[in-house]
């Protein structure tokens, strides 16, 4: 058998070493980051990632670790401004961030959104949710946020399930510029065309959308 190359070595060395070195995400969500400022996500998001409806703290279970790791950057670099999450993201390792996101992505949802709904809508809320309104250059929501509001590859994240509270803080925060991290400004140009009206009654609609127990 011939010797392992150098660069054999090197690259099995380079595979190797990440994952010594890992961070681990499991931990990171339930006990902190290494940065006591890294609290645990759990005192928040809820001990299954599910969030906490009442007080309007997001699910982060099942959501896409490419979507979850460039908020917390988004924290990091002021493109997206909170009072708690700005500080707690600045004192995460980027390692622990990649960490924490593969985790979280991992966690099951529990909200299998129901799609039937798609299928005819007659009220202005569901109109308004999957048509959008062209007049005023409204997409529909699920035309990118996809059937149900569930989500589509690492861009575009699942609206069903969320608290209404979060989704209309969040189509807020576009209004008045604490947000700006959506990419071509898809998000901004959706928000500021959206009455105060219209921004509850489709956090409304997304928020109840998933839950198993709602039927059409
Ligand atoms: C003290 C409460 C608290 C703790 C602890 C906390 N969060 Fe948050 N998190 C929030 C709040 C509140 C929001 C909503 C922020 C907003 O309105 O923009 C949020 C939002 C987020 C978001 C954005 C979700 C989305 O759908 O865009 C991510 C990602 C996130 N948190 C990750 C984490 C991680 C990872 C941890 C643990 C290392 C953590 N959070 C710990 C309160 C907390
Ligand atoms: C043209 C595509 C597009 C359309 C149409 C669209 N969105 Fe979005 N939306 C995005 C993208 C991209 C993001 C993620 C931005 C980022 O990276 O933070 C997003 C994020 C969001 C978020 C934040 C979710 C979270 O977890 O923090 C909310 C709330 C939201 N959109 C609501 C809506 C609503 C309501 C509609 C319909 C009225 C809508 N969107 C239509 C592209 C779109």
Not at 27 to 39: V, Y
Not at 48 to 76: C, I, T
Not at 115 to 131: E, H, K, S
Request: with cysteine.
């Amino acid at each position: 058998m011939k010797p392992l190359s150098p660069v054999v070595i090197g690259s099995l060395l380079i595979l190797a070493w990440p994952s010594a070195h890992a961070a681990d995400g499991q931990k990171i969500f339930n006990q902190g980051g290494q940065n006591p400022a890294a609290m645990a996500c759990l005192g928040c998001h809820g001990p299954d990632g599910k969030g906490v409806a009442a007080a309007g703290f997001p699910r982060l279970a099942g959501l896409p670790a490419g979507y979850l790791a460039k908020q917390l950057e988004d924290f990091r670099n002021g493109s997206r401004k909170q009072p708690v999450m700005e500080p707690l993201a600045k004192a995460m390792e980027p390692a622990e961030i990649q960490a924490v996101s593969a985790y979280l992505s991992q966690l099951p949802a529990d909200t299998a959104p129901d799609t039937r709904r798609q299928q005819i809508a007659t009220d202005p809320v569901t109109r308004l949710a999957l048509y959008g309104d062209w007049n005023r250059q409204i997409p529909g929501c699920v035309q990118c946020h996809g059937p149900g509001g569930s989500g589509i590859g690492e861009h575009f994240p699942p609206l069903a399930g969320q608290p209404a509270g979060y989704l209309v803080a969040q189509l807020n925060a576009w209004r008045d510029g604490s947000r700006s991290n959506d990419p071509n400004q898809l998000m901004v140009n959706v928000a500021k065309a959206m009455t105060d009206a219209e921004i509850k009654q489709v956090a409304d609609y997304f928020a109840q959308l998933s839950r198993p127990e709602v039927k059409p």
